[in-house]
């Protein structure tokens, strides 16, 4: 299984970006083996608009099954949705940290978005 993970650095140990749309990385870690690729995100951390949905669509090429972070808003939600993507939110500590406690169950899938667009 593939899960992005929104990040605040290139490594397992950085911490997770509470923001999805305008996070500085995904890394992208294979559940079954640890492997880890790391996506810079950098086109959306300014974007006057359509950060979320722009953020989406690379998770989606990505072929990610799972998406952790902090806080999804409503049209990221629903792109990822609409793409098979399950959300997870509520998610801190380090990348290394969220990607095992989705993996226990201590982090499970949302039915919703958790934050009004644009949320900073």
Request: with cysteine; aromatic share 6%.
């Amino acid at each position: 299984m593939k899960i992005a993970v929104t990040s605040r650095g290139r490594t397992l140990e950085s911490p997770v970006d509470p923001r999805f749309g305008r996070a500085e990385f995904f890394i992208l870690v294979d559940a079954d083996s640890g492997a880890f690729d790391v996506y810079d995100n950098a086109q959306n951390l300014s974007a006057a608009q359509g950060a979320g949905i722009q953020a989406a669509q690379t998770v989606s090429r990505l072929a990610a099954e799972v998406v952790i972070t902090g806080h999804c808003g409503p049209k990221a939600f629903r792109t990822l949705g609409a793409a098979g993507i399950q959300v997870v939110v509520g998610a801190s500590g380090s990348v290394a940290e969220a990607v095992q406690s989705f993996k226990t169950g201590k982090l499970t899938p949302t039915e919703s978005p958790d934050v009004e667009g644009h949320w900073a």
